[in-house]
């Protein structure tokens, strides 16, 4: 994979094909140099963005569309999500608390844990633009994580 | 991308459902229903054998959590088994590593504690 311009992938509104976009992101990450440890969070992190899609914008109807971008920055990528849905609410975005264990409501949470920039642009007349950005943490800094 | 899900009764009267291929929002009701048929049908516990799953989102965890509530309600043992260093990843994400009861294998799973 070419590790110089932008990469997109248009998929249908229906969960089946979620594992095609992670493919395509899993790709993009290994080549602009993430670590397998970090290429695994960011694929979770877009699959539930687009999840979220689906079960939040379009509200499970299979018959829209996504429109994932990938587009190199200087010290990582920069994620897109289009879609042509509902736009969200503040609250149905916003992270739940982790101190209580029930199902549900963690999607949010994995995108704002794993990314560096989360930002919701409704202001296409249609829809939303969700902008994701993830930086490649300095060799020395990963060094000392690990 | 095909999910393969079965369910097992060991001689001991546990339960395993054994899950392989990848859980995800299209995936995991799947998961959801086997599991919810395998607990209904009693066994003192039942041991979800993760080995083959190379990946599990929010979906999948949210599936397991249902799965653990319901045999804290009734009294039964809930564990997880094989889960790669992805799956667990996901785990440790949502500080849910030391929720559940994990181990390395089914064999282990299964035996007393």
């Known amino acids: 994979m070419a590790a110089g311009g932008s990469v997109s992938i248009r998929i249908p509104s229906d969960a089946k094909h979620l594992y095609l976009m992670r493919r395509l992101v899993?790709?993009?990450?290994?080549?602009?140099?993430?670590?397998?440890e970090e290429v695994r969070r960011i694929v979770l992190a877009m699959?539930?963005?687009?999840?979220?899609?689906?079960?939040?914008?379009?509200?499970?109807?299979?018959?829209?569309?996504?429109?994932?971008?990938?587009?190199?920055?200087?010290d990582g990528l920069r994620f897109t999500v289009i879609d042509q849905g509902r736009k969200p609410d503040a609250a149905a975005i916003a992270a739940r608390a982790l101190d209580?264990?029930?199902?549900g409501g963690l999607g949010t949470h994995f995108i704002q844990m794993v990314m560096?920039?989360?930002?919701?642009?409704?202001?296409?007349e249609r829809g939303t633009r969700l902008c994701l950005l993830k930086r490649r943490k300095a060799r020395g800094a990963q060094e000392k994580k690990g | 991308?095909?999910?393969?899900?079965?369910?097992?009764?060991?001689?001991?009267?546990?339960?395993?459902?054994?899950?392989?291929?990848?859980i995800d929002m299209h995936s995991s009701p799947r998961v959801r229903e086997a599991q919810i048929k395998l607990l209904k049908e009693g066994a003192r516990r039942v041991v979800v054998d993760l080995s083959g799953v190379a990946y599990m989102d929010s979906s999948g965890i949210a599936t397991l959590i249902e799965g653990l509530?319901?045999?804290?309600r009734e009294g039964r043992d809930f564990r997880?088994?094989?889960?790669?260093?992805?799956?667990?990843?996901v785990f440790e994400l949502a500080r849910l590593a030391e929720v559940f009861e994990i181990f390395s294998t089914r064999d282990e799973a299964l035996k007393d504690a």
């Open chain 1, 26 to 36: 899993q790709e993009v990450s290994l080549a602009h140099g993430f670590p397998e």
């Open chain 1, 47 to 74: 699959d539930e963005a687009c999840s979220n899609v689906i079960r939040h914008a379009y509200e499970g109807d299979p018959g829209g569309s996504i429109d994932i971008e990938a587009e190199p920055i200087e």
């Open chain 1, 100 to 103: 209580e264990v029930r199902p």
């Open chain 1, 116 to 124: 560096d920039e989360v930002r919701y642009d409704t202001s296409p």
């Open chain 2, 1 to 22: 991308m095909d999910i393969h899900v079965t369910v097992e009764r060991t001689d001991e009267g546990h339960g395993v459902l054994e899950v392989r291929g990848e």
């Open chain 2, 69 to 72: 509530q319901w045999s804290r």
């Open chain 2, 80 to 89: 997880l088994a094989g889960l790669s260093p992805a799956v667990r990843d």
